[in-house]
Structures are given as structure tokens and as C-alpha cells.
């Protein structure tokens, strides 16, 4: 009896249980606090990892936390995985107050976004922006980068003050090797290949202990032909980009061009030649930086401060010399037509979601970036500790630049986000003084900004159909070609003509007509 | 057991009565049915997005519908991926079900000869110890092993196989091998546990006579053993064959690369690829539909098979 009674209590038991444990809802309580709350969703920048834990603790935001009385606390997705976490978060309708996004990348452009209601219309807001709004007033040029179409407004966008803001990627040669081997720094095609096949040659009088690749490149992409979509090189001798491009007011598509199958052959023979390391790929950056550091590559593309500057340092004292190259031409004496050069307007920047309470305290806070004090802050941190005034420039102290642990970016990262994106204008002094701080860097610059790059598309934008179109066929697309890249590189493939066939199919045409009506918008654009 | 109850013929008085009289049963089964109603079922309201234009902005309910546009999107349009995911999907069901299912009951036959006990139990212990090893781990302990310069190549050319290294992980060739072999190497040993269960059933009196008839070891391993085993290897065989569709999409995610996605590109990661990642939530919806629909397919006709076989089916 006893024993009948007790299973049947235990059976309610573990029926009471089970339910119960549905219907618990987690209460995430809020700290309290007095001060208004503002929630910022934003990627940890590499050269902010190794100083701050979280971005509360950057100087530039210990100020606007005490001059606006708010609390401002920050998501940083994981390293790495911040496209998924946008994404799940866009999704899950988690949203923080602020995002800070690369918004141009949003699938289906940032007028979806509005229309998605990820983020709201800032149109209504401006009057408590007067720094945005004059800066606006006085750039048309960038207001018309920075804005929809039809002329909404809808993030505090990061904005480079100056042309050598906005070049800062390029092919670099280790020049030590080049004097080894008795070679000049090459400027054609042909020139690069003779140079990379001495390199692959003379690979044990270079480097003895390890394995020598020629080619690689420094960049942030899962795949080898987003490098040549940032910098055109090797590409641009042809006049053409591996992407889509203006060529007099008509909007192209690289892969679709008959010259793209001769940069492919070029491409294909340096691989079957063994001059490019393999981990080139998978964009491996960890190992391609392991590598440089270890003597293993001759010539790569890679940044001007993040590259460049990283490893002249941390090579001080060693044989190791870098000189920045031309990006390479099909006949001698010619300038490339394309190279690197990113727009004053990239995409980066703040935005405000509808889930904010306190819209107008979230605009003020962001428009501060644009005014003379948040300029200040943003590029140069505090004033007697991470920079003086000389001769009215702003001039960061030895302290930063020659910081005893840190690179100069890394010791700035603890002041303000001037080394990647915010809402402020970036300064041409940063420039001048940290990204190019060695004489290789300015000489690197000097090569870098030669190309006119008047092929570039600037950063059109979509009406919520054409952008919902083009994100529909361009994500089919764009899978599709970064395989065909890796296969038509490695020689896997050579059906160049099933390769274009194909991008037919994926309706690569209805997308070149899309872009050309945008494009053609954009121009009439005030 | 409870009684069957068949509701047509007999009124509901019977099946008052009867939820009365198993009361404490019905409650047992409680948990379970509230279970598969509220994360099986309630969430199915949510495949509808499939056939509309669905964006988070406007929700479920208020995103328009489109028929079956996204389903044309995928077979028309993206045709170049189909046939792949697909076949990739089968084929590492079927290299899993040539090579991976007969391993466990060979093994189990081989353990089976063992007679010293502590040997053949200690044995037996550490060839099920990786299965509780989550997928992370293996496939970083994957990944390491078989990098450019990771100990498997480090020995092949430590033994003058090589003089290049293999890229392992980036070669579409080697993706369904490394794939399948770590399976087995992971799943081995459990997966013959039900086998030497079944093994230690068979009646020793036949053995006794197949001794006598003159049968050695081996023979008496092929002609009783097995045919002991055999009703067993069918039920778990059919069961595969229900799950054809199916890959376990954490250890393909973790394992694959975008040079690798020609053969290792599954559904399940091309969904999630889509879904998810380029946030075209309706067709993510409307791909996994069309593998939930393949998938009914085959348990219908693995349910078939079983009746056939093996009297005993599903429905």
C-alpha cells in the first residue's frame, strides 16, 4: 500500500516538475542605476583586444559617459563570429539601443534595414544633431555617400577627412630580398612573376630552416578574391576589377569580361608554379602572419599600419626592410588604373534601433563625435596624456608612438576608435603621424594612391525591391563565384565559359540592370 | 500495458473508464505528450514562412505570401547547388552505411573470440571511451592531426611518403574519408555493444553442436554467431536507412571550408548557410521542407521494408 502511495506521489512529483521547468522565463534584471541606460552593440577591433576587455574602458567613452550623465554599456559579439551574432540578434529581435555596423553590407542595403526595423529614420532627429547636420551642410558630397536616395538618413557614419585617409592597402616586397638577389622593385606583370619564380628559386639562400612561398596577403575575408576585390591588384592592369565597376557611366561585372580570363591564366600559372601560399585559400591570417614573421614570404598585399608598420617594428634590428610597390601594369611606364582606395563614406556606423527608449539623448551622444571637442577625443584621446598641441596639430605623445609594449594603434585603442571606425571624422593627422609614421610607409603611400581608381563604383544605394532582388541573386552569386575563384586559381577548372553561363543562370544580367539604374540615380543624386 | 483503445467502436464512456482505471499511466504519459506538443508541434506554425516573403519586421503572420516562389528560387535559379547538397547529403550516408555499419558487428565478432575477460572488457572500454567525446573536441583533434603540418603529415614524411605536404581540409577529395573514418574510429565501440548483447542471447547448446558437426571457430562464428545476430542487424539497418537525409550538421559545419564545400556541402549546412547567415529566412525554410518531405519518404519506405522483413512496423 505504502509502496503504491509513494509511486504515486513521486510520479506527480516528476509530472509538476516537468511542467514547471517549461514555464520558467528567465528575468535578466538590469543593473540599476540612476542614468539613463543606453545599450551599444559593437565589434571588438583586433587592435582594441589586447588593452580593453570592453569599450566602457576607452578614454573617449569615460568622457561622454560623465559629460551626458548616461550609462553606456557595450555587446561585443565574439571575435570572429560577429556576422552570426548580428544576425541572430537582427532575428532573435534582441535588439541593443545602438548598433554599429557596416551598414552597406546589410543584406538588401540600409534601406532594408529601416524596412526590416532594424534601425530607424534619423530625418526627424537632425535638429539634435547640429554637428552632423553642418558637417552634411558643408561635404554635399558625403552627406549624398552617407544617405539613402531619397535623402534619409539613417547612421552617424564614420567619415575619413582626407584622400590619404583613404588609401591604405597595397602590395609590399621584402626589399632585403630583392637586394639578395640583385632584383629592382618590379612594376609589370611579367616583371612580378620573373621576381616572385627568383624568390621560389633562391628559396634555401633565403631562408633556410623553413619553406619560402613568394605571394600571400593580409586580409580579413574567408576567401582569396575578396583581396582582389579591396585592391584590384594584379587585376587592375587590365582595367578591369574582379567585381563590379563604372567603365564610362556603364556599370560592369569583372568575371563576365573577356580580360578577366587573362589575369585568371596569369593567376593560375603563379599557383601551378608554386609562388602562392596555400593558405592564401582559406585566408588563414593567423598562419600568414606567422609566416611573414618567419621569413616565408617574399611579397604580399597587406595594410599599411596593420601590415606594414607591425612588422617593420617588430622586426627592429633584423635585415627584414619592406618597400611598398607599384601596383603592377601590362606595359612598362604606365600607371595602373585601380588599386586600393576606399570612399570617404564606407558604411561604417551608428545607427539607432526602434527599441531605443531615449532616441534623443542617444542622438546627442552620437552627433558629439562630429563637434571640435569629440574630434578631438575620438583621433587623439586626452590632451597632456596621449596627445599635445603643436603649432594648433593635434600630435600624439611619445607615449603612444613609441609605447614600450604596445603598437602606437594598439596604445591608442585605450584613448578612442580612431585605428578603425566610429562616429567621427577620422583625421588626417592619425595618418600623417601613425599609419604613416616610417619612411617605407610614406614612400608606400606615395606608390599606393597613384592609380585614379575613376573606375570605382561609389557607394550607390537601393530602393528596398531593387535591394531585396539583388541581395536574392548576389548572395547566390557571390557563393558561387568565391568557389569558382579558388578552383579557376588552382587550376581545378578552366571552363571559363561554363563559369559565366552559369552566372547567367544565377541572373548576373537582371542584377548589372539594377545596379546601372542605381548607379545612374546616384549620379542625379544632389 | 494499457489497453487499446479504439475510439470509433466503442463510445467514450470506455475511454473515460479506461483513463480512470490507468490514471497513474496516463499521467506517465503526460510529460512526454506536452513535450512533443510544445517543441515539436507548436513550433511547426512557423514553416508557413516557407511559402511567403517572410522579414522579422513584419512577423509571421503579416508577411505576404509568394507560393512557392522560393521554391522555384531554389530549383531553378540556384539548380547548381541542389544537385550537389544533395548528393552530398546521400552520399555520406551511404559511404557511412557501407563502410560504418558493418564495422561495429565485425568488431563485436572479433571481441566475441576474446576469452580471457579482463582483456576483452578492458578492451572494450576504451573502444566506446570516444563516443562520449563531444563533436567539438574531435574535430579539433581532426583538424590539428591533418593540417599542412600536423602529425599526420609529419609522419608520412617522417616515413619518406611524402616530400609535400597534404592540405588534408582543403582537398574536396579527402572531406567524405577523414569524414566517415572518424566516425567509425568515434562510434566503433558503442555501436557493438548491442551487438555482443545480442551475441550473449544465442543459445550455447548450438554451439555445443556445431562443435560436434565438426565446425572450428571461425565457422561456427559464420554459421551461428551471425545468423544469431542477424534479426538484430536488420532492425538497426532499416533504422539507418531512415535517417539517409540526415547528417549531423555540427561535425560537417566545424569540419568544412568553402574549398571544400563541393563535397561537403550538406543541406542542413546550406540552410543554415542561408538562413541564418545571408538572413533569407524563407528559403532556408523552404530547403529544409523539402528535406523534411524526402526524409518522410524514406521512413515510409523503410517502414515498408521492415514490415516486409521483419513483422514488425511503425503503422
Given amino acids: 500500500m505504502f509502496a503504491r502511495r509513494m509511486s504515486k506521489v513521486i510520479i506527480w512529483l516528476v509530472v509538476i516538475a516537468f511542467l514547471s521547468s517549461m514555464f520558467i522565463f528567465y528575468n535578466v534584471a538590469s543593473a540599476q542605476s540612476s542614468k539613463p541606460v543606453l545599450t551599444i552593440f559593437t565589434w571588438m577591433d583586433p587592435k582594441a583586444a589586447p588593452v580593453l576587455k570592453n569599450y566602457r574602458e576607452m578614454a573617449v567613452y569615460q568622457t561622454i559617459m560623465k559629460k551626458f550623465k548616461v550609462d553606456l554599456q557595450f555587446i561585443h559579439p565574439a571575435m570572429g563570429s560577429e556576422n552570426e551574432q548580428f544576425n541572430i540578434m537582427v532575428a532573435s529581435r534582441q535588439l541593443p539601443d545602438i548598433i554599429d555596423w557596416h551598414w552597406f553590407a546589410y543584406p538588401g542595403g540600409p534601406q532594408k534595414a529601416i524596412m526590416d526595423n532594424v534601425i530607424i529614420k534619423l530625418n526627424p532627429y537632425m535638429q539634435y544633431a547640429p554637428n552632423l547636420k553642418k558637417y552634411f551642410d558643408t561635404h554635399p558630397d558625403i552627406k549624398k555617400m552617407a544617405t539613402t536616395d531619397d535623402g534619409t538618413i539613417y547612421m552617424f557614419p564614420f567619415i575619413r577627412e582626407d584622400k590619404i585617409n583613404c588609401t591604405f592597402y597595397g602590395p609590399m616586397i621584402r626589399k632585403d630580398w630583392l637586394e639578395k638577389l640583385n632584383l629592382t622593385v618590379p612594376e609589370t606583370v611579367d616583371e612580378w612573376y620573373k621576381m616572385l619564380l627568383a624568390i621560389k628559386k633562391n628559396a634555401s639562400k633565403l631562408n633556410s630552416k623553413m619553406p619560402v612561398y613568394p605571394f600571400s596577403a593580409d586580409y580579413w575575408s574567408a576567401n582569396p578574391r575578396g583581396v582582389f576585390d579591396y585592391c584590384s591588384f594584379l587585376v587592375?592592369?587590365?582595367?578591369?576589377?574582379?567585381?563590379?565597376?563604372?567603365?564610362?557611366?556603364?556599370?560592369?561585372?569583372?568575371?563576365?569580361?573577356?580580360?578577366?580570363?587573362?589575369?585568371?591564366?596569369?593567376?593560375?600559372?603563379?599557383?601551378?608554379?608554386?609562388?602562392?601560399?596555400?593558405?592564401?585559400?582559406?585566408?588563414?591570417?593567423?598562419?600568414?602572419?606567422?609566416?611573414?614573421?618567419?621569413?616565408?614570404?617574399?611579397?604580399?598585399?597587406?595594410?599599411?599600419?596593420?601590415?606594414?608598420?607591425?612588422?617593420?617594428?617588430?622586426?627592429?634590428?633584423?635585415?627584414?626592410?619592406?618597400?611598398?610597390?607599384?601596383?603592377?601594369?601590362?606595359?612598362?611606364?604606365?600607371?595602373?588604373?585601380?588599386?586600393?582606395?576606399?570612399?570617404?563614406?564606407?558604411?561604417?556606423?551608428?545607427?539607432?534601433?526602434?527599441?531605443?527608449?531615449?532616441?534623443?539623448?542617444?542622438?546627442?551622444?552620437?552627433?558629439?563625435?562630429?563637434?571640435?571637442?569629440?574630434?578631438?577625443?575620438?583621433?587623439?584621446?586626452?590632451?597632456?596624456?596621449?596627445?599635445?598641441?603643436?603649432?594648433?596639430?593635434?600630435?600624439?605623445?611619445?607615449?603612444?608612438?613609441?609605447?614600450?609594449?604596445?603598437?602606437?594603434?594598439?596604445?591608442?585603442?585605450?584613448?578612442?576608435?580612431?585605428?578603425?571606425?566610429?562616429?567621427?571624422?577620422?583625421?588626417?593627422?592619425?595618418?600623417?603621424?601613425?599609419?604613416?609614421?616610417?619612411?617605407?610607409?610614406?614612400?608606400?603611400?606615395?606608390?599606393?594612391?597613384?592609380?585614379?581608381?575613376?573606375?570605382?563604383?561609389?557607394?550607390?544605394?537601393?530602393?528596398?525591391?531593387?535591394?531585396?532582388?539583388?541581395?536574392?541573386?548576389?548572395?547566390?552569386?557571390?557563393?558561387?563565384?568565391?568557389?569558382?575563384?579558388?578552383?579557376?586559381?588552382?587550376?581545378?577548372?578552366?571552363?571559363?565559359?561554363?563559369?559565366?553561363?552559369?552566372?547567367?543562370?544565377?541572373?548576373i544580367d537582371e542584377a548589372l540592370k539594377i545596379y546601372q539604374t542605381a548607379y545612374e540615380r546616384f549620379m542625379k543624386k544632389k | 500495458m494499457a489497453?487499446?483503445?479504439?475510439?470509433?467502436?466503442?463510445?467514450?464512456?470506455?475511454?473515460?473508464?479506461?483513463?480512470?482505471?490507468?490514471?497513474?499511466?496516463?499521467?506517465?504519459?503526460?510529460?512526454?505528450?506536452?513535450?512533443?506538443?510544445?517543441?515539436?508541434?507548436?513550433?511547426?506554425?512557423?514553416?508557413?514562412?516557407?511559402?511567403?516573403?517572410?522579414?522579422?519586421?513584419?512577423?509571421?503572420?503579416?508577411?505576404?505570401?509568394?507560393?512557392?516562389?522560393?521554391?522555384?528560387?531554389?530549383?531553378?535559379?540556384?539548380?547548381?547547388?541542389?544537385?550537389?547538397?544533395?548528393?552530398?547529403?546521400?552520399?555520406?550516408?551511404?559511404?557511412?552505411?557501407?563502410?560504418?555499419?558493418?564495422?561495429?558487428?565485425?568488431?563485436?565478432?572479433?571481441?566475441?573470440?576474446?576469452?580471457?575477460?579482463?582483456?576483452?572488457?578492458?578492451?572494450?572500454?576504451?573502444?566506446?571511451?570516444?563516443?562520449?567525446?563531444?563533436?567539438?573536441?574531435?574535430?579539433?583533434?581532426?583538424?590539428?592531426?591533418?593540417?599542412?603540418?600536423?602529425?599526420?603529415n609529419q609522419i608520412l614524411k617522417s616515413l619518406g611518403i611524402l616530400s609535400e605536404p597534404i592540405s588534408f581540409m582543403t582537398e574536396p577529395g579527402w572531406f567524405r574519408p577523414i569524414y566517415v573514418g572518424s566516425g567509425i574510429w568515434q562510434q566503433l565501440g558503442w555501436n557493438s555493444i548491442i551487438y555482443l548483447a545480442a551475441i550473449s542471447n544465442i543459445d550455447p547448446q548450438l554451439y555445443e553442436a556445431a562443435l560436434i558437426d565438426g565446425a572450428g571457430r571461425f565457422k561456427q562464428a559464420i554459421y551461428v554467431t551471425l545468423p544469431g545476430i542477424l534479426p538484430t542487424i536488420v532492425i538497426l539497418f532499416i533504422l539507418r536507412m531512415g535517417s539517409i537525409m540526415n547528417v549531423g550538421f555540427e561535425k560537417v559545419y566545424l569540419m568544412y571550408n568553402p574549398l571544400t564545400y563541393e563535397t561537403a556541402d550538406v543541406i542542413s549546412t546550406y540552410v543554415y548557410r542561408k538562413g541564418l547567415l545571408e538572413m533569407d529566412y524563407s528559403y532556408g525554410a523552404a530547403v529544409g521542407l523539402f528535406n523534411s518531405l524526402i526524409n518522410f519518404m524514406f521512413v515510409v519506405m523503410a517502414n515498408q521494408l521492415s514490415k516486409k522483413f521483419t513483422e514488425t512496423s511503425l503503422w
Fill in chain 1, 236 to 507: 587592375g592592369a587590365w582595367g578591369i576589377k574582379t567585381d563590379f565597376y563604372v567603365d564610362k557611366n556603364r556599370v560592369k561585372f569583372g568575371p563576365l569580361q573577356p580580360e578577366f580570363k587573362q589575369f585568371m591564366s596569369v593567376l593560375q600559372k603563379w599557383w601551378k608554379d608554386g609562388l602562392i601560399d596555400p593558405d592564401l585559400l582559406t585566408m588563414n591570417r593567423q598562419a600568414i602572419q606567422a609566416k611573414i614573421m618567419n621569413d616565408q614570404i617574399g611579397a604580399w598585399l597587406g595594410l599599411l599600419g596593420g601590415t606594414m608598420g607591425k612588422f617593420l617594428q617588430a622586426k627592429k634590428g633584423t635585415e627584414f626592410d619592406l618597400v611598398g610597390a607599384p601596383y603592377p601594369t601590362l606595359k612598362k611606364g604606365q600607371v595602373a588604373e585601380l588599386g586600393q582606395r576606399d570612399f570617404p563614406i564606407n558604411g561604417d556606423g551608428m545607427a539607432i534601433t526602434p527599441k531605443c527608449k531615449n532616441v534623443q539623448l542617444a542622438v546627442k551622444i552620437l552627433d558629439w563625435g562630429y563637434s571640435k571637442e569629440g574630434y578631438l577625443a575620438y583621433n587623439f584621446g586626452v590632451e597632456g596624456r596621449s596627445y599635445v598641441m603643436k603649432n594648433g596639430i593635434p600630435t600624439y605623445t611619445e607615449a603612444i608612438l613609441n609605447h614600450s609594449k604596445l603598437s602606437a594603434m594598439e596604445a591608442i585603442a585605450q584613448y578612442g576608435r580612431v585605428s578603425w571606425s566610429g562616429p567621427f571624422v577620422q583625421s588626417k593627422y592619425y595618418v600623417n603621424q601613425m599609419v604613416a609614421m616610417l619612411p617605407q610607409q610614406k614612400d608606400a603611400l606615395k606608390e599606393w594612391t597613384k592609380p585614379d581608381n575613376s573606375k570605382l563604383l561609389p557607394p550607390i544605394t537601393f530602393t528596398p525591391d531593387e535591394a531585396a532582388k539583388i541581395s536574392n541573386i548576389m548572395n547566390t552569386v557571390n557563393t558561387y563565384y568565391n568557389e569558382m575563384f579558388v578552383k579557376l586559381l588552382t587550376g581545378k577548372s578552366n571552363d571559363m565559359n561554363g563559369f559565366v553561363n552559369t552566372l547567367k543562370r544565377m541572373r
Fill in chain 2, 3 to 152: 489497453r487499446q483503445i479504439n475510439s470509433k467502436k466503442q463510445g467514450q464512456s470506455e475511454l473515460l473508464r479506461d483513463l480512470k482505471r490507468n490514471k497513474n499511466l496516463y499521467l506517465m504519459l503526460l510529460p512526454i505528450v506536452a513535450y512533443y506538443f510544445i517543441f515539436h508541434y507548436i513550433p511547426m506554425y512557423g514553416v508557413q514562412i516557407a511559402f511567403k516573403d517572410f522579414t522579422p519586421a513584419k512577423g509571421i503572420l503579416g508577411s505576404p505570401w509568394v507560393g512557392l516562389e522560393k521554391f522555384r528560387e531554389f530549383f531553378v535559379y540556384d539548380s547548381y547547388y541542389v544537385w550537389r547538397i544533395i548528393r552530398n547529403t546521400i552520399l555520406l550516408n551511404v559511404y557511412d552505411i557501407i563502410f560504418g555499419f558493418p564495422a561495429p558487428i565485425i568488431f563485436a565478432l572479433l571481441l566475441n573470440e576474446i576469452k580471457n575477460s579482463v582483456y576483452k572488457r578492458t578492451l572494450q572500454t576504451i573502444s566506446y571511451m570516444p563516443h562520449f567525446i563531444s563533436t567539438v573536441v574531435i574535430v579539433g583533434i581532426i583538424l590539428d592531426f591533418f593540417s599542412r603540418d600536423g602529425l599526420i
